[in-house]
């Protein structure tokens, strides 16, 4: 892909997207056709995660196609990992495994709020004294 080609490819994914894309950069980029500052949410829709690996992978260099999203380099490679690991090309915990230990952990810590309640309310119950038992034990 020629550079010209591979620039307009990105013009492109940010055009397509712009809906998704809040913050690409510090200032407008002209070369990617944007008149004001989007600002990139902190998690990117699959999609654009998507098309970002596929430009690293038809040979864009990750920091250029940071610098032209306006995104961090780390996070292209951290994408770029995980989709590897997903398509079991490294080893490693895949994206839907991560979801449902997600899922797994939410659901725990629920289940554990809920059980918080009932034992801290017998808590506070054994603190208090019944009627019945209120008097001293007879020796």
Same mark, same amino acid.
Request: proline share 3%; charged share 20%.
């Given at each position: 892909m020629s550079e010209s080609g591979s620039s307009h490819h990105v013009a492109d994914l940010v055009t397509q997207l712009n809906g998704d894309v *809040? $913050? $690409? =950069? +510090?200032a407008p980029d002209e070369r990617l056709g944007l008149t004001e500052t989007p600002v990139m949410? &902190?998690?990117? =829709?699959p999609e654009f995660r998507r098309k970002v690996i596929d430009? $690293?992978?038809? @040979? *864009?260099?990750?920091?250029? $196609? =940071? #610098?032209?999203? @306006? !995104?961090? +380099? #780390?996070t292209i490679y951290v994408w770029c *990992? #995980? &989709?590897? !690991? +997903?398509?079991?090309q490294l080893p490693g915990t895949t994206s839907s495994d991560l979801s449902e230990l997600a899922a797994a952990r939410k659901r725990i810590a629920e289940l554990e709020a809920e059980l918080a309640i009932p034992r801290r309310a017998a808590e506070l119950l054994g603190e208090v004294t019944s009627p019945k038992g209120g008097a001293k034990p007879s020796a």
């Open positions: *809040r $913050v $690409v =950069a +510090d949410p &902190h998690s990117c =829709a430009l $690293v992978a038809s @040979g *864009r260099k990750a920091a250029e $196609v =940071a #610098q032209l999203l @306006g !995104i961090s +380099d #780390q *990992r #995980q &989709h590897l !690991i +997903d398509t079991g």
